[in-house]
């Protein structure tokens, strides 16, 4: 009896962590999950900024980026790599996630690490852009025309950023009421 008691009290430690090992795997696998979709937020977050910022100022960003969406202190990340190519406008990161286990700790596994990536590629193209802006009357009511002004200057301000790296952006602006006028030199052609 006094054997079994020892045997038992041995075995119970590695029953205990091989059951709680279960928990302790979808703990990571959640915190896995979350740390994706926070590294995936922060690499589209920051794509854009390539052209910008160095590649130390992005990885302290995202580093900051992904803490806050993790919002949980026990789990550690570390970015382990980062590559920028500002010629196919791609972003990679990588980062490696340190996470407290519960039951396996009892094994002496007090932590277990993944890994997770994330890439976002957006090329800055040559762009030609035609705006077509109601000015009629109906534009006159609930601020529309104003609203109309502020759109328009957002979107050529989206379109120009980054202007040094990509100079082939154009904008044209075509205002009409009832039609659009094309001026009367043009009105035979194709």
């Given at each position: 009896r006094?054997?079994?008691?020892?045997?038992?009290?041995?075995?119970?430690?590695?029953?205990?962590?091989?059951?709680?090992?279960?928990?302790?795997f979808v703990n990571v696998e959640k915190a896995r999950n979350s740390a994706q979709l926070a590294?995936?937020?922060?690499?589209?977050a920051l794509q854009?900024?390539?052209f910008e910022l160095s590649d130390s100022q992005i990885l302290s960003a995202a580093?900051?980026?992904?803490?806050?969406?993790?919002?949980d202190t026990s789990i550690t990340v570390e970015l382990e790599?980062?590559?920028?190519?500002?010629t196919a406008g791609s972003l990679f990161m990588e980062a490696r996630l340190t996470i407290p286990t519960a039951f396996v700790a009892l094994v002496a596994i007090p932590t277990l690490s993944v890994r997770v990536a994330s890439q976002a590629?957006?090329?800055?193209?040559?762009?030609?852009?035609?705006m077509v802006l109601d000015n009629s009357g109906s534009m006159a009511s609930s601020s529309r025309m104003t609203n109309l002004k502020a759109a328009a200057s957002n979107a050529t301000e989206i379109l120009f950023s980054g202007e040094?790296?990509?100079?082939?952006?154009?904008?044209?602006?075509?205002?009409?009421?009832?039609f659009v006028n094309i001026g009367t030199s043009n009105s035979g052609a194709a």
């Open positions: 006094g054997v079994f008691a020892a045997l038992f009290g041995i075995m119970s430690i590695v029953v205990i962590a091989t059951a709680g090992a279960v928990v302790d590294l995936d937020a922060a690499t589209l854009p900024e390539i580093e900051g980026l992904i803490i806050e969406r993790l919002a790599t980062i590559e920028t190519d500002t590629t957006h090329k800055k193209l040559a762009l030609e852009v035609a040094e790296t990509q100079p082939n952006v154009f904008i044209g602006i075509v205002p009409f009421t009832f």
